[in-house]
């Protein structure tokens, strides 16, 4: 009889045990999860800020992204840019403008227009 209580008292102790063990699992999941979306934000962050602090100079290469069509300037005279040569184009980027070549080489540099 005595075996029985000592028995069930264990069982009772060890029963009350798993909800915290998994309850600390959880915590530490839902603090894991904090820590995965801040340094998802803070990588967003850094990345927004080497893009709005760069710019080109003559001779180095644009990126692909940055010539697609929504950065090509076509009204160079509204912003007081001078023609572009045969082939070239004006870029607008975090106000600056790029005459570039077809392959993305800067040609000329023009800051605030």
Do not use: C, F
């Not at 998802?40 to 990126?63: L, T």
């Amino acid at each position: 009889m005595q075996k029985a209580k000592i028995l069930t008292s264990l069982m009772l102790a060890v029963s009350a045990l798993v909800p915290l063990a998994s309850h600390a699992q959880d915590h530490d999941r839902d603090h894991r999860g904090d820590r995965d979306r801040h340094e998802e934000r803070v990588d967003v962050d850094r990345r927004a800020d080497r893009e709005m602090a760069h710019r080109w100079n003559r001779g180095e290469r644009i990126p692909p992204e940055y010539r697609d069509r929504q950065y090509i300037i076509d009204n160079w005279r509204d912003h007081h840019l001078a023609p572009p040569p045969r082939g070239a184009h004006w870029i607008g980027v975090n106000g600056g403008y790029y005459l570039v070549q077809p392959s993305g080489v800067v040609l000329n540099v023009t800051i605030g227009g």
